[in-house]
C-alpha cells in the first residue's frame, strides 16, 4: 500500500486549497477512503470519507459546508476541496486507506502527508 498526498500549502483565511492522494498497492474501488488531519501537539483528527463507489460521503461537523471530498477510481485518486479556509484548518493532512470513523481504517499504511498552514 502507497499513498502519496499533495495540495497543500500556504493560504490566507478564507481562501481554498485542493488536496490530492494518489493510492497504489490495493484495490482501490473496493476500500473506503479517508482524510485525516494532525494539527500542531493535538492528537489525529478524523476529517472526512468516502464509500469506495464515491456515493457516501461523511465530514466533521467543523469542515461540513466548507470541505468536499471526492474521488476518481480510474485514477486511484482521492481529493479534498477545503473552501472557506480557516486557520484553525492548519493541520498536516494525510489520506488512508480505510474509514477511521467506523474504527476500519489502516493505520500501517501513511504517506508523507501534505501541510496546509492558514494564515494571514
Known amino acids: 500500500v502507497q499513498l502519496v498526498e499533495s495540495g497543500g500549502g500556504l493560504v490566507q483565511p478564507g481562501g481554498s486549497l485542493r488536496l490530492s492522494c494518489v493510492a497504489s498497492g490495493f484495490s482501490f474501488s473496493f476500500y473506503y477512503m479517508t482524510w485525516v488531519r494532525q494539527a500542531p501537539g493535538k492528537g489525529l483528527e478524523w476529517v472526512s470519507d468516502?464509500?469506495?463507489?464515491?456515493?457516501?460521503?461523511h465530514y466533521t461537523d467543523s469542515v461540513k459546508g466548507r470541505f468536499t471530498i471526492s474521488r476518481d477510481n480510474a485514477k486511484n485518486m482521492v481529493y479534498l476541496q477545503m473552501n472557506s479556509l480557516k486557520p484553525e484548518d492548519t493541520a498536516l493532512y494525510y489520506c488512508?486507506?480505510?474509514?477511521?470513523?467506523?474504527?476500519?481504517?489502516?493505520?500501517?499504511?501513511w504517506g508523507q502527508g501534505t501541510q496546509v498552514n492558514v494564515s494571514s
Open positions: 488512508l486507506r480505510g474509514s477511521y470513523r467506523l474504527g476500519l481504517a489502516d493505520l500501517g499504511s
Open positions: 468516502i464509500t469506495g463507489d464515491g456515493g457516501i460521503t
